[in-house]
């Protein structure tokens, strides 16, 4: 059993800056981790993921934004979000898994830009 806990959203002004934190509890550590985020009305996104030895990879609106890490002895993976937009308005969730197939599921923390 693995359980995902998110923090660090809140609302900040466009231009802003947030980081994220996922806190993996129980199982070992061999999943890699990512993030997804969810805006009204639209269908779940694939934000970022560091594999299982430290390969990181963005969507194309996020690169050179944001920034995905992982501490392994934490257990924990961040997202660090840069220079924020009001499309970047959405509920973030952390997700990890073996070979990266997603297994497991935080609840999400709303981070909200807006002036």
């Known amino acids: 059993q693995v359980e995902l806990v998110e923090s660090g959203g809140g609302t900040v002004q466009p231009g802003g800056s947030l980081r994220l934190s996922c806190v993996a509890s129980?199982?070992?550590?061999?999943?890699?981790m990512g993030w997804f985020r969810q805006a009204p009305g639209k269908e779940r996104e694939w934000v970022a993921r560091i594999d299982t030895i430290g390969l990181t990879y963005y969507e194309d609106s996020v690169e050179g934004r944001f920034t995905i890490s992982k501490d392994n002895s934490k257990k924990t993976s961040y997202l660090q979000m840069s220079s924020l937009k009001h499309e970047d308005t959405a509920t973030y969730y952390c997700?990890?898994?073996?070979?990266?197939?997603?297994?497991?599921w935080g609840q999400g923390t709303q981070v909200v830009v807006s002036s």
């Open positions: 997700a990890a898994g073996v070979g990266c197939a997603w297994d497991y």
């Open positions: 129980g199982s070992t550590w061999r999943y890699c």
